[in-house]
């Protein structure tokens, strides 16, 4: 067999290079990303200026428009990944030549880098444009690496999933939303709780434990996932 | 044999519903006749989520072992009852709630809960739609649903606990007491095992139709 | 035995209400090529595809044992050396680049893959995108021999190719059933070879 440890990374490196090499070139997914993250932040910026929510009401708003902002971009830039494998055909040649789990991985590591990039763009702009005040950055550091992480496992695993169906777009949130749903309570109950500066109970082991399981089920049902 | 099984369950469903309303005294703390919908709103609930558990074995048996149409078929309809069951309960617990809380939707973790999971099911049905060759549609469902299964234990367990929650305390509570009457917990129990075999019956007679579909189709 | 051969038995399978294979059997010796032969839509294509492990038989066997060892479908994909019609790759990435990450992927060294481009006249610095039709099947060629496979299951081998380049692949096939190597070929265009080739005709 041809196996060994080292080599499986450089698979899943390699993966992690093409990725961004193609979207270096193309830029679309960036784009996309970007495009949506502004749209809703000028939206909801506007709901809370000019048309007046007030700050009490907003403490307890703020942290899950962010996180339906964040949802909403992933969505529309993420299913790409596996998508576009199969549109452009070039599904077959990858099926002839990657081990799956270290596909996974390497897609997984791109989407990561996505979220974690909209994040950076998207989380100092909101916090100014809001004027939410954050007790424990660190915190929402935490969380929002946490919550990013469930957002792109579960967003590539579904990803692949639904390119080897019809009606790729709307069933794509359709499948997504369910399985997102107690990342996004939990990510956006500690948002609050990071903003307001009170202690987080359990909820945060909850979240690492999300992310923790979707892994694993990401590791296990994905070959079969990508394989006949 | 299975005919005398259908009238046993027959006679069976007709005395829960008579003990329901004629055996079982009701709950305090409810208004009027209202807590009797415990009876088929909790049982409808447990066997919806049943339903869901079956159908993940189904699945996990189709994907690891021999990749047999007959699981993927019983995986699927499965969901199909427990989407029923699920929507059942579900309605039966917004007229409960509009009884005793004044309106038919309250944001009740449970409530909120059991709609997520009804939101897999549909799911599950629209990705198999969406999908035309049968291998590739029996693999691709079963590992959503076994993506489900792993997801749902946080909702359940984790929605509760961030509101406040309007449900009555669980019946079975950390010490393991039951804080039923008698009486009511016969009943209960007894259109829990009710439901149940009246949901792997129906199960049974639908596999063998979509069974009888299949063949045809492929002709 | 330390030798690799296919066998492959009873294989059906079906698309909704079409069945396409319908109990297609054969077998390839070392040094040996299957010529699979029928009209269009008999299912030639779909047997291909069975054999490389992209598509898995509702029902039948198919026993692939390198150098002695049996390989299941996991590791049979991997394995095998493909060229088919709608074997594409990425248009953003230059020919080289492609070559690079697919010899990382399948974690061997590149240059045989360079070595074949350079055989049949591929200039590597293109975007494969820009490539025109025969230029994307020479690049078929050269990835699909990339990593040195002992089974060749070849779809349309020489389609869109010059008289050049077919000469080209018909030489690379030559050398790889010489040195031993298995080869099934479907759709070719030209039913001649210079080496005698059992036939499978899948009616149709």
């Known amino acids: 067999m041809r196996h060994s440890a080292s080599t499986w990374v450089a698979e899943a490196a390699a993966v992690f290079m093409k990725e961004w090499r193609c979207e270096f070139r193309t830029r679309y997914s960036l784009n996309t990303l970007a495009l949506f993250a502004f749209t809703t932040l000028v939206v909801v910026s506007f709901s809370l200026g000019p048309l007046g929510v007030s700050l009490s009401k907003g403490t307890a708003l703020l942290p899950v428009l962010l996180w339906i902002t964040l949802l909403f971009s992933v969505a529309a830039g993420l299913p790409r990944a596996f998508v576009q494998e199969e549109e452009t055909q070039?599904?077959?040649?990858?099926?002839?030549?990657a081990t799956p789990s270290a596909l996974?991985?390497?897609?997984?590591?791109?989407?990561?880098?996505?979220?974690?990039?909209?994040?950076?763009?998207?989380?100092p702009v909101y916090v100014a444009m809001t004027s939410l005040a954050i007790a424990s950055p660190g915190l929402l550091v935490v969380v929002l690496a946490a919550g990013g992480y469930g957002l792109a496992v579960g967003s590539t695993l579904v990803a692949a999933i639904i390119a080897q169906a019809r009606t790729k777009g709307t069933l794509?949130?359709?499948?997504?939303?369910?399985?997102?749903?107690?990342?996004?309570?939990?990510?956006?109950?500690l948002t609050r709780v990071a903003a307001s500066g009170t202690a987080p109970d359990v909820a945060l082991p909850q979240l690492l434990l999300y992310d923790a399981v979707v892994t694993v089920a990401g590791l296990m049902l994905f070959p079969v996932v990508w394989n006949p | 044999m299975k005919k005398l099984l259908a009238w046993l369950?027959?006679?069976?469903?007709?005395?829960?519903?008579?003990?329901?309303?004629?055996?079982?005294?009701?709950?305090?703390?409810f208004i009027g006749e209202s807590s009797r919908i415990l009876f088929f709103h909790v049982p409808m609930a447990w066997v919806s989520f049943v339903g869901f558990i079956a159908a993940a074995v189904w699945s996990a048996r189709y994907l690891f072992f021999g990749r047999d149409p007959?699981?993927?078929?019983?995986?699927a309809v499965a969901i199909e009852l427990g989407l029923v069951f699920g929507v059942l309960a579900t309605v039966t617990g917004a007229l409960w709630a509009r009884i005793m809380w004044g309106a038919y939707w309250n944001w009740d973790p449970r409530q909120t809960s059991l709609l997520v999971s009804l939101l897999f099911y549909a799911a599950y049905l629209a990705l198999r739609a969406a999908v035309d060759d049968r291998e590739t549609r029996g693999r691709l469902s079963a590992a959503y649903a076994l993506l489900g299964l792993v997801v749902t234990p946080f909702l359940y367990w984790v929605v509760p606990r961030i509101t406040y929650s309007l449900h009555p305390d669980p019946v079975v509570n950390a010490q393991g007491k039951v804080e039923m009457e008698a009486r009511m917990q016969h009943v209960l129990y007894a259109?829990?095992?009710?439901?149940?075999?009246?949901?792997?019956?129906?199960?049974?007679?639908?596999?063998r139709v979509q069974a009888l579909l299949d063949r045809k189709s492929a002709l | 035995m330390t030798t690799t051969t296919l066998r492959f038995e009873n294989l059906h399978r079906r698309f909704g209400r079409l069945a396409v294979l319908k109990g297609v059997s054969g077998a390839v010796e070392p040094g040996g090529m299957l010529l699979v032969t029928g009209a269009n839509?008999?299912?030639k294509s779909t047997l291909l595809r069975c054999l490389s492990g992209l598509l898995a038989p509702d029902a039948g066997?198919?026993?692939?044992?390198?150098?002695?060892?049996?390989?299941?479908?996991?590791?049979?994909?991997?394995?095998?050396?493909?060229?088919?019609?709608?074997?594409?790759?990425?248009?953003?990435?230059?020919?080289?680049?492609?070559?690079?990450?697919?010899?990382?992927?399948?974690?061997v060294s590149a240059a045989r893959g360079f070595a074949i481009l350079d055989r049949l006249g591929l200039p590597t610095d293109r975007l494969a995108g820009a490539l025109s039709s025969g230029m994307r099947q020479r690049l078929r060629w050269g990835w699909a021999l990339l990593h040195s496979p002992l089974l060749l299951l070849l779809d349309e081998p020489f389609q869109n190719f010059d008289a050049p380049g077919e000469r080209t692949a018909r030489e690379l096939l030559a050398e790889h059933l010489a040195e031993g190597g298995l080869a099934v070929v479907a759709n070719p265009a030209t039913l001649e070879f210079d080496h005698a080739a059992q036939r499978l005709d899948l009616g149709g």
């Open chain 1, 90 to 97: 070039t599904a077959m040649a990858l099926r002839l030549a």
């Open chain 1, 104 to 123: 996974f991985c390497g897609k997984l590591l791109y989407g990561l880098t996505l979220v974690f990039a909209l994040e950076a763009l998207v989380t």
């Open chain 1, 172 to 189: 794509f949130s359709v499948l997504a939303f369910p399985v997102l749903l107690p990342l996004l309570v939990l990510a956006v109950e």
């Open chain 2, 9 to 29: 369950l027959w006679l069976w469903m007709s005395l829960v519903i008579l003990g329901a309303f004629l055996y079982a005294p009701l709950a305090k703390g």
């Open chain 2, 70 to 75: 007959r699981h993927d078929r019983a995986a």
């Open chain 2, 191 to 207: 259109s829990g095992i009710g439901f149940a075999a009246l949901f792997f019956w129906i199960h049974n007679l639908q596999c």
């Open chain 3, 41 to 43: 839509g008999s299912g």
């Open chain 3, 61 to 107: 066997t198919i026993e692939y044992r390198e150098k002695g060892t049996g390989l299941d479908t996991a590791e049979r994909r991997l394995r095998v050396g493909v060229v088919a019609p709608d074997l594409a790759f990425y248009g953003e990435l230059t020919v080289a680049e492609n070559l690079d990450f697919f010899s990382r992927l399948r974690r």
